[in-house]
Structure formats: C-alpha cells, structure tokens
C-alpha cells in the first residue's frame, strides 16, 4: 500500500537545479546532475525537465542516476530532428544505459558546432527509452564575435515642424573588435527624415561606442506611426535596431502679440517726463512756502 501511494504522488526528492548561465564565452567544463524516472521525468520536474545551457566548444559532463523508485534502464541523449528515436548523427550525444539508483554514470562530450552539434540553438534532450515522458530543453550558445545595436529611446515622438533624437549604440559582443557601417531606412516613406551623426562606428573589444540618430519632420509631414530601422553591418555580420517614430500634430498655443517697441519706449518716456515735471513743481511750491513762513 504504502509502496502504491509513493507511485501516485512524487517521491520526497529536491530536483537539483542543473541551469547554467554562462559567463565567459571560452570553453569551460559544465557538469549536470540528471535524476530518471519514467513516471516524473528527468529531476522529478514532472513535465519538461531542467534546461541545460552550454557554450559551444564546452566539455559537458552529465552525471546519471535512476531515481530509486523507478524500476527502468534509461539513456540520455540529444534529439536533433525530434523524431524521439537515437539517430546516427545523434549517436556522439547518446550516453551509456543507466540504471543504477546509487552510482552515477559519468557521460563526458565536447560540444562542438557543426561537429557533434548542428549548430547554435536548442534542442530537446530525451530517454532513448521514454523520449515521451523524459525530456529538456538544451542550449548551445555561440562564442562567435558578434555586435548588437541597441536605440535609446526606442520610440520617439516628434511634434510636427520639428525634431528629435535616439542614440544608437553598437555594443561589442563575444568580444567582437572592429568597425561598423550604419545605415537607415524609414517607412512607410514620405514621413521624418532619419540622419545619424556617424556614417560608421569603431566597436571596442568587450565595449561599444555610439552616436545620435536625428529625426526631423517639417510641418507637411503626414502625422502618424513610422519605423526606423538603423542597420550596422560589417563585412560578415548585420545587426538592426528599429526606432518607433510618432509623428504628431502641433499643438496650437494662443498667440501672445508682441509689444512694439515703440509704445514700451514711449510709455517710459511719459512717465519720465511725468516725474520730472512733478518733482519741479513741488520744489517750487516748497520755495514759496519757505519765503511765507520766513516774513516778519
Ligand atoms: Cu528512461
């Protein structure tokens, strides 16, 4: 009875976290733990098992058990075509049968793009013997030198009559060390002019450099959404950011009139004279009631 109740609901195991996140985009050796079972999957996860990351040219290591309330043979492998079945390209990822509940089977390749690996991108790792109920995601990153173009601000909004700006960076990536060319395209056509400071940008190695992408709109341009689609490339590689352009109406202010020069110059002249006139003739006044009161 007891032995049943332990089949229906999963076993008291902690599925051991087997996700990397790599940092260095250098060979590095990368070990799994991988728990089988028929019923619960690879770690006891039940559905999709843990998702393995690797770096192209790591040396994998997967560490294999059966889980002790399973009863079955397993073998890890990658399934390319996902048909479910070991393939001949498939072999070189196929690990030994396992089925011990105390000792690990150590299974130890080299992931190799386009040796052993048919490129960069995820597949599916399954049992050979139950592909249905045991599998996970795994994950080979390249290590190629790469750059990538961001924009900041992505979206932009532009008050017809007038302009605005986004900064576009090329960021290194794997390392990647070089020059770039930049260029833009805007659609639908007919709407803001796009014109970047930097015709081209130097790409520091593990860095990135940038310059300023000037939207401009005058005040014919059709209001409404666009796309800017700034493009790096090199001689191998091309990279695009897009920015979102809204064009939109300018909003009409009230008019304030301008003060004429003349009436500003002529109201101080009045009042300048006003004062002067005012102050002679209270010293006046002041004058002959001095002369009244000093009278015998
Ligand atoms: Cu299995």
Redesign the pocket.
């Known amino acids: 009875m007891l032995l049943l109740l332990a089949f229906l609901s999963p076993p008291p195991f902690q599925p051991l976290s087997t996700v990397t996140h790599p940092a260095a985009a250098s060979p590095v050796h990368r070990t799994f733990w991988l728990t ?1 079972s ?1 019923n619960w999957g690879w770690n006891l996860t039940q559905q999709i098992g843990p998702q393995l990351e690797v770096y192209d040219r790591d040396n994998v290591t997967l560490m294999l058990i059966k889980h002790q309330f399973d009863g ?1 043979t ?1 073998n890890w492998f990658l399934d390319f075509n996902n048909n479910f079945v070991v393939d001949s390209n498939e072999q070189a990822t196929s690990s030994l049968d396992f089925s011990s509940t105390t000792q690990y089977t150590n299974f130890t390749f080299t992931v190799t793009v386009e040796g052993n690996i048919p490129g960069t991108g995820s597949w599916n790792y399954r ?1 050979k ?2 592909p249905t109920s ?1 599998f996970g995601v795994f994950t080979v990153v390249s290590t190629a030198p790469d750059f990538a173009v961001t924009s900041t601000p992505a979206s932009l909004t532009v008050v017809r009559g007038s302009s605005n700006t986004s900064t576009i960076r090329a960021v290194s990536v794997n390392n990647f060390m070089g020059s770039v060319t930049l260029s833009t395209t805007v659609s639908p056509g007919g709407g803001p002019t796009a014109v970047l400071g930097l015709g081209g940008l130097v790409v520091p190695a593990g860095s990135s450099n940038s310059t300023g992408l000037t939207v401009s709109t005058t005040a014919s341009t059709p209001t409404g959404s666009y796309t800017i689609s700034v493009t790096a490339s090199n001689s191998t590689v091309s990279r695009s950011t897009q920015v979102s352009v809204t064009v939109v109406e300018a909003v009409s202010q009230p008019s304030t009139p301008p003060v004429p020069t003349l009436i500003f110059a002529g109201v101080i002249g009045a009042g300048v004279i006003f004062l002067t006139v005012a102050a002679l003739a209270l010293a006046r006044r002041r004058k002959r009631e001095n002369k009244t009161s000093s009278s015998p």
């Open positions: 089988g028929s079955i397993h049992c013997y139950h045991m």
